[in-house]
């Protein structure tokens, strides 16, 4: 099993549309979670770190669910400019700072 | 404008060769990390360093070496023991994250391919 798993896609929605992804982790002593975003080609970028109470940044929601192991991203009223790959993070304990990467979940918004 | 500066953007190696990738940041961050990326999959990590003239090997180190003397530099030898070295390779740097919430930050990678 992989340390985090995320349904590949392609996800294609319509500008507008609210849409989500979830993302598991298999250690559960992880310690920080975090989704970043990666367009084609080009490095992945942090798009927002996750705690446990969720968290919000304009359209976009964060939810994390320590006790199933799962990490949410919603976003609503989808972009053109929203369509990349967005790959869910999560740093198990130990003492330094490596992090997990899923292999991420592919966005396409079409007008 | 702080930031992270790989080079080059793209990379050919010749069969037995090594090669080097550069990665210089000016945010003051002492850790630094070397991930590669393959198609459909997530980074890897390489190589990690806490701090300066320290290193440590990562999930797939074998076929690389690094060298942190510096804290600004963190370059990457790939060498010739890689035998799959086609690969989209991102460094990163962030705050040391012993015990907290600390992202990483992004080069805009080298894409490395085999002539």
């Known amino acids: 099993r992989k340390e985090v798993e995320q349904d590949p896609g392609p996800f294609n929605v319509p500008e507008g549309a609210t849409v989500a992804f979830n993302c598991t982790y298999s250690?559960?002593?992880?310690?920080?979670f975090f989704w970043y975003r990666q367009d084609c080609r080009k490095e992945p970028k942090l798009l927002m770190s996750v705690y446990s109470s969720g968290n919000e940044d304009g359209r976009f929601t964060a939810q994390l669910n320590r006790a199933s192991q799962y990490i949410s991203l919603l976003i609503r009223d989808s972009k053109l400019s929203d369509s990349a790959t967005y790959l869910c993070v999560v740093r198990p304990s130990g003492g330094y700072n490596k992090l997990i990467f899923g292999a991420g979940t592919r966005l396409a918004v079409h007008p | 404008d702080g930031g992270i500066t790989q080079s080059p953007k793209y990379l050919f190696r010749k069969e037995g060769q090594n090669v080097t990738l550069s990665c210089e940041q000016n945010?003051?961050?002492?850790?630094m990390y070397w991930y590669r990326q393959d198609p459909g999959q997530g980074l890897r990590l390489i190589y990690y360093?806490?701090?300066?003239?320290?290193?440590q090997k990562g999930d797939i180190a074998e076929g690389y070496s690094v060298s942190r003397e510096k804290k600004e530099s963190f370059p990457l030898t790939v060498t010739s023991a890689q035998k799959n070295p086609t690969a989209f390779y991102l460094c990163a740097s962030s705050i040391p994250g012993q015990g907290g919430n600390q992202p990483q930050h992004f080069g805009d990678g080298t894409r490395l391919s085999i002539l």
């Open positions: 250690n559960s002593a992880s310690q920080s």
């Open positions: 945010l003051n961050h002492d850790a």
């Open positions: 360093s806490q701090i300066v003239n320290d290193f």
